[in-house]
């Protein structure tokens, strides 16, 4: 019996496998020959149904019906006209989307009858509109009577195959048993004892076949095998383990080296950074109207091609820290399309490029920091890899959302290339292109910031022809957004600023150019001079993070906030870029500004705390 049952099991198991599979096999192929008829019909029939030459269609369902299995085949138009052929029909398919409907021993297939339609290939031109509804459905119905008959067969081939199976199964498993039981005992406790780890253990010959003699040998002898392997093998993953014990320690302090290294180098060149970008800006009143004014506009450009470097690695710590929080707004689509084409018009005038700009004046939902950086990244590397032509900003509605839209006529971008375009640091033109066109960290920040807002990002490009980058964001549905005004950059700003900056270079620079916006200005070193010499009440605290001696911004702004009330708004400004800093000082509250720092940004923040202000309000000490 103990061999008998597992044969019945095994020949139960392979009749229900075989009648399923054939079952199976028999159904694919019917749902195949259904809907590659339905398909084809469709196919045959665009003309008659589109001409009305009932004459033709007719013809085509009686060839139809000369395939083995159709019992009726039939065409419904929208009003539900029908002309049908074969068996009558009581209860039609519904006819609303292609696919199979099974009525009773019946099988439909239906499918759509279309016009074709032309494949557009100019990168410009717009997706189109919803697909045109069907002319007609064509239906095919086919019996499953030819299933049902297969099936009786298939069992009863297999029952009468399993009976006479069983006979001589019967007489050698009997005969198994007289003389291969035991021994087959004792190799399955055997193993057993292997698989539990007993490596070593062994077992006694007993067989009385030559087989199973020289098989219970070969059991003891892997046995012997294996415990010698998992010595040798105990020795190696010792030898492995401290080896990468000592290989993940020298990792560990290279890594803390190289962040060392690229927080300083990163804050020492900053500094100089900063100052220079403050003394250049304060300069451009000066300079207004005379011959060096080109010159320092290229200065600048200089420095922001470098700031954009500083800001581009400074992005991606931000965004691996995850202290990115987006400040979801409206924010105008058309205003922020032109203030990008107005900056980087310039650039494209440079290359005989034309930048140009299609959008409606709507409002949509997103940050609006972070969305021009989304579209400055992408406007700046699709006006570098173009040459001829030009590129276009546009915006058009996309169902409920407004995608957003840069197109370049530029080299494109080859398939092999297409999937690692948005990886750090790969960059896809020539070596010589590359290094003159940064780190490749700017698509790498456009897919994260785009994740961070939950708006799709998708990008298509052919070589030679160009590449589109588009983002779908939510569109509101009122035109303008109460209270919203636009600001004037030229405002003169009115209060009190204390600067606290241990960097005289930088003091000075940061103190003319507040000054120049109408500020009053109070400077200071370090926490003693505060204490010291601080005598009127600021309306605004702006202090870099890293002083002498271990001092902070944070000490100096609480020292100014314990005397004056800590109603009194701060700003820090800092160097260090570390993932723990700049999450540490997100997590305070306090506006942070990373140098170096644009002077717009900053005069915006300026302007954002001090609106309301009178300089005629001061604070007595408490």
Known sequence: MLGLLPTLLVAA??????????LNDLETTTQQQGMAMARHLASVSEYGVFSGNTAALEKMLDQALEEPGVKSAMVVWPDQTRLARGEPVDHPPPMRK??????GKLVWFTYPVRLSQLDESDPFIEDSAAPLAPLAWVAVSIDLQQKQALTQQLLLASLGITLLGLIPAILLINKLAQSGVKPLLDIVAMMKRISSGAFGSHMDVTARSHELRELQAMVNQMSESLRSYQQDMEARVGSVTAELEHKKKEAEQASLAKSRFLAAASHDLRQP?????????????????????????????????????????????KLDAGVVQP???????????????????????????????????????????????????????????????????????????????????????????????????????????????????????????????????????????GTVFSLDVPRLTNEAPAGEEAETAHVDLNGEVVIVDDDPDVRDALGKLLTQWGLKVQLFSDLQQVRHHQYVAPDVVLADYQLLNGETGLDAIAMIRARWGTHIPAILITGDTRSDTVQLLTSLGHAVLYKPIRPAQLRALLRKFLSGKSTGERSSPS
């Open 13 to 22: 198991v392979l009749t229900a496998f075989h009648v399923y599979s054939r």
């Open 98 to 103: 292609t696919g199979q409907w099974q009525d």
């Open 327 to 465: 400040q979801i707004a409206p924010v105008h689509i058309r205003q922020l399309f032109l203030h990008l084409a107005d900056e980087f018009a310039p650039e494209a005038e440079r290359k005989r490029l034309s930048l140009r700009v299609h959008a409606p004046g709507v409002w949509i939902e997103s940050d609006g920091i972070l969305l021009e950086r989304i579209c400055r990244n992408l406007l700046s590397n699709a006006l570098f890899h173009t040459t001829h032509g030009g590129v276009l900003l546009s915006a058009r509605p996309y169902g409920e959302r407004l995608r957003l839209q840069i197109w370049d006529t530029g080299c494109g971008i080859a398939p092999e290339h297409q999937a690692r375009v948005f990886d750090e640091f790969y960059q896809a033109g020539p070596k010589d292109e590359q290094t003159r066109h940064g780190l490749g960290l700017g698509l790498a920040i456009v897919r994260r910031l785009a994740r961070l807002l939950d708006h799709p990002l998708q990008m298509h490009s052919r070589p030679g022809q």
């Open 273 to 317: 950074m900063h100052a220079i970008s403050l003394y250049v800006e304060s300069l451009k009143t000066q300079m207004h109207g005379r011959a060096a004014q080109d010159v320092l506009n290229k200065i600048e450009r200089s420095i922001l091609s470098t700031v954009e470097l500083f800001n581009a690695i400074l992005d991606v710590t």
